[in-house]
């Protein structure tokens, strides 16, 4: 872990090099922040547990019904499935799996996705919660 160290600016002066023990500190201060070392300044909301399904989440899904998805779109969760990729043991390409029932909320197209709405052609792509 490393240590915070305060550097007071009475030890920085405009246009003069840095001292070595200042230069150290500038570089392991950022990581004793994040480590939350003894000293060093709390880093408030910083740190967010979010659910599987909550406003600001990503999942993996298919857009099942017919049209094209460009990045920064917006669809009803209704119209997504969670999805992955399946490998395919006979050599040839793999195959979007498709799983469930749609899913709640407005998500946001991090990728691109397509779907000829024949569940025969859809693309895989990333989805990010907004509401």
Partial sequence: MASWTSIPNSSLETGAPARSVDALAFRDNPIAIAEGATGAPGISGAVINIG???????ISASKVTSGTVNPGSNVSGSTLRLAGISSVSDGSSPLVSIYGSGISGTWQCVGYSYDDGT??????TLWKRIA
Avoid: A, E, K
Avoid at 52 to 58: A, K, L, P, R
Avoid at 119 to 124: E, V
């Fill in 52 to 58: 599987v399904y909550d406003i600001g989440s990503v």
């Fill in 119 to 124: 569940y025969r052609r859809h693309s895989l």
